[in-house]
């Protein structure tokens, strides 16, 4: 019977059959028609009290997709695996860079990105993650092309450190040049009375985009590790009370313990909001990244 159950259309009602698609792959289809109405009655409420599938737009880059994952899992309120949360990663190495989009130095990265979100949404994820913040400029275009909502990296990071560090308005900002192009963190920060510091251009070049970059191509951590620390020490010297991993590569090569002031990691805060959406909870989130690191040497 559960099998059965699991391989149900996800449909509410049967008006809406006509858009029905299975929950799991497992070559069972069935429609209401051939179902007693009580089971179906039945399943339907057993389908809405079930947590929500988390789908997670990845890929930009891998290793920052595995790392986001791992958050969500230290973020799940689970005793054993069954109390884990459905998740969903589709990751796409092939959408173009950002950055270099942004610049007029690359091809539009949103129709790959639409594309990306449609494998989510048809394999049964209820919203969208996106473990990338230069991504987040064509949030807009995005959230208008598909049909399940996208949670706001940025958006759900400066909630975070109003509630957490209201006393902290000059923040420096470690973002890809992209990124600092689109003033993404700023649309969000400045509102709030927040002042978002970014690295002299220099250094933008020669450490912040010579770190991310050192990452995703997959070189030993070592020297992106010296170069994040530099140019957050740059950034503190400048005056800035916390410092924002603006990029999702930045947390792989940056730990709380490297800095002076507090780091606001906004992965770790995406994957406490994914969760909470998930499971329909409403408890604000931390901006406290070493969470996230403590079993980590």
């Given at each position: 019977?559960?099998a ?20 799991h ?7 209401w ?5 009580n ?9 809405m009290?079930?947590?929500k599938?988390?789908?997670?737009l990845?890929?930009?880059g ?8 791992q ?5 799940t ?36 990105l ?21 991504a987040?400029?064509?949030y807009?275009a ?14 759900e990071?400066?909630?975070a ?26 649309h969000y ?17 020669s450490?912040?985009?010579e770190?991310?970059?050192a ?11 010296r ?9 503190r010297?400048?005056?800035?009370e916390a ?20 780091l606001i ?18 408890r ?14």
């Amino acid at each position: 019977m559960l099998a059965v159950m699991l391989a149900l259309p996800l449909a509410r009602s049967q008006e809406s059959i006509s858009s029905i698609r299975p929950l799991h792959k497992i070559g069972l289809y069935l429609s209401w028609s051939s179902l007693d109405t009580n089971y179906a009655r039945w399943y339907n409420l057993i389908l809405m009290a079930t947590p929500k599938m988390i789908g997670v737009l990845g890929g930009m880059g891998p290793a920052a997709t595995a790392d986001f994952y791992q958050k969500i899992i230290r973020a799940t309120p689970a005793k054993a695996d069954q109390d884990h949360l459905k998740v969903l990663i589709f990751s796409n190495p092939q959408v173009p860079d950002r950055t270099a989009a942004i610049r007029g130095e690359g091809p539009d990265p949103l129709p790959v990105l639409v594309a990306s979100a449609e494998v989510l949404i048809q394999g049964g994820a209820d919203f969208i993650t996106i473990p990338c913040v230069t991504a987040h400029q064509y949030y807009e275009a995005l959230q208008q092309a598909i049909s399940v909502p996208i949670l706001h990296l940025i958006g759900e990071t400066v909630t975070a450190a109003v509630g957490e560090y209201p006393a902290h308005r000059q923040l420096g900002l470690l973002a890809t040049t992209g990124t600092l192009q689109s003033r993404l963190f700023e649309h969000y920060f400045e509102p709030r009375g927040f002042t978002i510091l970014r690295p002299d251009p220099a250094v933008q070049a020669s450490t912040v985009m010579e770190a991310i970059y050192a990452v995703k191509h997959g070189e030993p951590l070592e020297r992106p590790r010296r170069l994040i620390r530099e140019a957050a020490e740059h950034l503190r010297a400048r005056g800035a009370e916390a410092i924002i991993a603006g990029c999702t590569e930045v947390p792989l090569i940056l730990r709380e313990s490297d800095l002076t002031v507090p780091l606001i990691d906004p992965t770790w805060i995406l994957a406490q909001a994914a969760v909470r959406r998930a499971l329909g909870h409403d408890r604000p989130a931390s901006v406290a990244s070493q969470r996230c690191y403590k079993d980590r040497g």
